[in-house]
């Protein structure tokens, strides 16, 4: 008796009416044989690699299967060798093995061969010119004694009732798997009427209460305990009712009947035929979504929620919709908090050099912020989004406002600024040194003019009285990071004069 390194079945199950059952007499009383090992490669029109091949085995004598056929999917007739490797080292050596195939020889593509694999690792590759790559290896090892038996599960699929039944037929699938020796054989039975072998999915059709029993055999003799899946197939119904569906909303409510804070929403639906497969949602007019359990709906305003539910059969009910109004808590008499910062490159003089960009934040702890407007200048209020930019040279003041979902809107505040045009004269004493020098520390960094007539110490700006230290760093921060989104700088050079600055004691 030979033994395998692991090896796993599991058994493909397909749709097969089971219309008799082998009498238990008619099985062998003898005990499991054990079957050759086969060993298969086969090969189709790539000649890059093998289309399949093992990558384990059990040593002794072995029979060594190669097929490069139509069969296979060879259909160009291009001829493939399988060749064992006896001369690299690391390999066994033990085994010379050169077999020439393709679709129209006297073979038709199928040789065999017997050989004994020893304990330890073979290489195998095709000696055709051209089909170098095509190339792999496989370990023998010997698994030892093997006491213990396979491990076989069972599971029952097909489409059921409300109440589990399965609806005209119930298909069974078994699984095996043996990590001594492999498993050699998977038998079951239906209620009780004998082992058979299984080499496939079991469709049980009969009508009322069933038992498959299942077991697994492995090479060394081994034979698992009895599994069993029971179940009931019950006739098909003819089903052309859609299920029955419904929506409910929970939540706390005001003297109007609006939801405070929150609606809670819950979809019901029942079948009494073939049963109800799924449930689906959309708020408005958004997409449909699985429903899986009850959702909130916590944006105040009107919402319409549509519903439907699908039963086994395919029947899809009728659109449902259940309508309401969430409303912000009471108690939120207080605006949001609103702050805008202006960013970009500036000269000596404060002013932004081409643009300045604008950035308005709002927040609000209750109701949350319902909108943030701006107006730039004498304009009219505009929909904050995102950051803009301001271009136009000359003075600017940004007026900006935010509402929160309760309707309190905060007070107008503003930012003013300056934008100059690039030029020559924008840095009219400019600081034209060859790096850039903060303090008595040369970064060696570049001192390049930014196109605008202000070289880089010219916005770094390090003259500038400034209120502590901390607001000097973070100054050149700003400034070095814009040289960096227009590619005067580098992130790696923006680093370097940041470090300068915060080693340096500007501002203290």
Known sequence: MFRRSTAAVTAALMWASLTAVIPAAALPAAPVQLQEQVLTWTADNDITRYKSAPT???????????????????????????????????????????????????????????????????????????????????????????????????????????????????TVTVTASDVGSGVELVEYEVDDTGFTPYTQPVRVTAI???????????????????????????????????PAVSADVAGTKDTEGNYVGKATVTINATDSDSGVRSREYRLHSGPWTAYTATFDVTAPGSHMVHYRATDN??????????????????????????SAAVSGATNPHGDYVD?????????????????????VDGGGWT???????????????????????????????????????????????SDTRETVVIGHDDTRVPNTDTGNGCTVSDLIDQHRGYSDHG??????????????????????????????????DIGE
């Open 383 to 429: 929909a904050y989004s995102s950051a803009f930019v301001v271009g136009a040279a000359g003075p600017h003041t940004v007026r900006y406002r935010a509402t929160d979902k309760a309707g309190n809107t905060a007070a107008e505040k503003s930012v003013s600024f300056t934008v100059v045009e690039q030029g020559a004269d924008a840095c009219p004493d």
């Open 471 to 504: 607001t000097f760093v973070r100054h050149v921060e700003r400034v070095t990071a814009e040289l960096v989104t227009r590619g005067v700088l580098t992130a790696r050079e923006q680093s370097t004069i940041v470090r300068a600055a915060s080693r340096s």
């Open 56 to 170: 384990t085995a059990a040593p002794g004598p072995t029979k060594i299967v190669f097929e490069n056929s139509e069969a296979t999917g060879n259909t160009t007739g291009m001829p493939h060798t399988l060749t064992f490797d006896t001369s690299t080292s690391g390999y066994n050596s033990d085994v010379d093995l050169n077999i020439l195939a393709n679709p129209f020889d006297d073979r038709n593509g199928r040789h065999e061969a017997t050989v004994t694999l020893t304990p330890g690792k073979y290489r195998y590759l095709c000696t055709i010119p051209g089909h170098g790559s095509m190339v792999g290896e496989f370990t023998v090892t010997d698994a030892g004694e093997d006491t213990t038996a396979p491990t076989v599960t069972g599971g029952v699929t097909g489409s059921r009732d409300a109440d589990g039944n399965y609806l005209g037929s119930a």
């Open 313 to 338: 059969a395919g029947n899809v009910s009728p659109e449902g919709v259940v309508a309401f109004t969430v409303v912000a808590p009471p108690g939120d008499t207080t605006a949001p908090s609103t």
């Open 355 to 375: 643009h300045a960009t604008v950035t308005i934040t709002a927040t609000d702890a209750q109701s949350g912020v319902d909108r943030v407007e701006y107006a």
């Open 208 to 242: 009322g209460d069933h038992s498959v029993q299942y077991r697994a055999t492995d090479r060394a003799g081994n034979t698992s305990e009895v599994g069993s899946v029971s179940f009931r197939v019950v006739e098909p119904q003819s089903d052309s009712t859609p």
